[in-house]
């Protein structure tokens, strides 16, 4: 009955008429390359996404569609849900200038279908600068196991960070994707030579927080970091906070 229902639509609407569209009802659906699933998998689509049907398989029960960064794309029809998209009020301007940065620089997030990712990014710590790299191994489409290596120059000491923790993403797929994160690891203190006051020592390293990734088009992620960082061992601690930014990709 379904298919009956979207061929009619289609069949009123025109296989490349802006009017037919398709809703995902899936949690999670594959989008391939051809109307097939032998086909190359070009990524994946979330449930109640909306994507213009360009055109209708003339074998078995495909339909080509239109991403979000303009790939086109295969989805087996048992996947989605069709509607009909009628007259509307003109947009006002502000929603206009929305859709149009969308279409213009915004796109579909990779990390839904990515296994691993690499994030390098640069901002202040504790006032001072600090260089981060973060590579991932993605769990799921929530969570991901996360490195950090990086490097806080100082006037009189230089902090090297690393160690391992776990990213919780609260919107897996979102264009704008907030993520929270806590690691644990090790911070060593190296002293300048001039420094004679601050001694060379290793202390734990706790840091806790979140930020938002942003994908833009061709998959190229800006992500936002903002987190509290606890240098400590059984003598003394310390604590300073991160605000950094940078790029991440995925693969």
């Known amino acids: 009955m379904k298919r009956l229902v979207i061929l009619a639509i289609l069949c009123i609407a ?3 008429s802006a009017d037919a ?3 995902v009802i899936a949690q999670r659906a594959s989008v391939y390359s051809g109307p097939g699933t ?3 998998e070009l990524g994946i689509v979330t449930r109640n996404q909306v994507y213009q049907v360009l055109e209708r398989g003339t074998r078995d029960y495909w339909f080509k ?10 989805i087996v029809g048992d996947m989605v849900y069709p509607f009909e998209v009628g007259d509307e009020e003109e947009p006002g301007t502000f929603t206009r200038m929305g859709r149009a940065i ?16 690499l994030a390098a990014s640069a901002g202040i710590l504790d006032g001072e600068g600090v260089f981060l790299l973060r590579p991932s191994i993605i769990v799921d489409p929530y969570w ?7 490097l806080s120059p100082r006037s009189e000491k230089d902090v090297y960070l690393g160690g391992l923790g776990f990213v919780l993403r609260l919107a897996p797929g979102a264009v704008l994707g907030p993520y929270a994160s806590i690691g644990v690891g090790a911070a060593h203190i190296s002293p300048k030579a001039d420094n004679y006051v601050d001694p060379r020592e290793t202390l734990m390293a706790l840091g806790a927080g979140g930020g938002l990734e942003i994908t833009l088009k061709k998959q190229i992620t800006v992500r936002i970091d903002a987190r509290n960082w606890t240098l400590f061992n059984e003598n003394h601690s310390n604590n300073g906070q991160e605000y950094s930014g940078g790029l991440a990709i995925f693969f």
Do not use: M
């Not at 569609?65 to 295969?74: F, N, R, S, V, Y």
């Not at 991901?144 to 990086?150: Q, S, V």
């Open 144 to 150: 991901a196991i996360e490195g950090f290596a990086g």
């Open 102 to 117: 969308k279409r213009a620089i915004l796109g579909p997030s990779p990390v839904p279908y990515a296994t691993v990712g």
């Open 21 to 23: 569209y398709l809703r």
């Open 14 to 16: 025109g296989t490349a």
């Open 38 to 40: 032998g086909y190359r």
């Open 65 to 74: 569609i239109e991403l979000d960064d303009g790939t086109q794309a295969w």
